[in-house]
């Protein structure tokens, strides 16, 4: 599996931004998905936003025109980019990515998640 580190949470209040961060280790050859989701309290995980290895986005419904999800291809980076932050978007934030990696006895496909990073919105 490669490694993933998700950075940017915080705590902001409503209307405010913040922009996640989500960071590969290793020697990836090639990135399928790469996908940000969100576990609120109590609730189901749920995509937020994804990106395919094309450059095609999607959104989850709540969060269109709001997030907007890019990649840095050079820095094995994806970011979320959360504007007009509401109270409901408070949760854990996690970061899958799927993908080809090198490894010592070859190329190999890896389906990695982050730890999550909180990212509370006061009203």
């Known amino acids: 599996q490669v490694p993933l580190v998700e950075s940017g949470g915080g705590l902001v209040q409503a209307g405010g931004s913040l922009r996640l961060s989500c960071a590969a280790s290793g020697s990836i050859v090639s990135s399928n998905t790469m996908v940000w989701y969100r576990q609120a309290p109590g609730k189901q995980r749920e995509l937020v936003a994804g990106i395919t290895s094309g450059g095609n986005t999607n959104y989850a419904d709540s969060v269109k025109g709001r997030f907007t999800i890019s990649r840095d291809n050079a820095k094995n980076t994806v970011y979320l980019q959360m504007n007009s932050l509401k109270p409901e978007d408070t949760a854990v934030y996690y970061c899958?990515?799927?993908?080809?990696?090198?490894?010592?006895?070859?190329?190999?496909?890896?389906?990695?998640w982050g730890r999550g990073t909180q990212v509370t919105v006061s009203s």
């Open positions: 899958n990515w799927r993908g080809k990696v090198i490894t010592p006895t070859g190329i190999t496909a890896f389906d990695s």
